[in-house]
């Protein structure tokens, strides 16, 4: 059975860091690309960041670049998401999907699995 386990979400004050992960199981995981999604309220489900199964990262939001780096352990199968210098813009539920290929993409359709998706609260 297919799993995306994403954890590490919680309550932090703004200008704080958080380190998300993302456990996956029953795949090969060192084939797929890992790709970061958030969900704020109200909006739509929007591609941040992804690590190519070579270990590339990109990230899609321009105000993210430079706080947030994504980076994987294919021993643990396992990707994180370092956010740093949070904002209160970044609370989100923030979800990881992986990507049969291994190349990254922004578009969800794009994604093969889902995790349940861990909620980031930014406040003071």
């Known amino acids: 059975e297919v799993q995306l386990q994403a954890s590490g979400g919680g309550l932090v004050q703004p200008g704080g860091s958080l380190r998300l992960s993302c456990a996956a199981s029953?795949?090969?995981?060192?084939?797929?690309?890992i790709g970061w999604f958030r969900q704020a309220p109200g909006k739509e489900r929007e591609g941040i960041s992804c690590i190519s199964r070579f270990g590339v990262g990109q990230y899609y939001v321009d105000p993210m670049k430079g706080r947030f780096t994504i980076s994987r352990d294919n021993a643990r199968s396992t990707v994180y998401l370092q956010m740093n210098s949070l904002k209160s813009e970044d609370t989100a539920v923030y979800y990881c999907?992986?990507?049969?290929?291994?190349?990254?993409?922004?578009?969800?359709?794009?994604?093969?699995?889902w995790g349940q998706g861990t909620q980031v609260t930014v406040s003071s």
């Open positions: 999907a992986s990507r049969r290929g291994g190349t990254c993409t922004r578009s969800r359709p794009q994604y093969d699995y």
């Open positions: 029953g795949f090969t995981f060192e084939d797929y690309a």
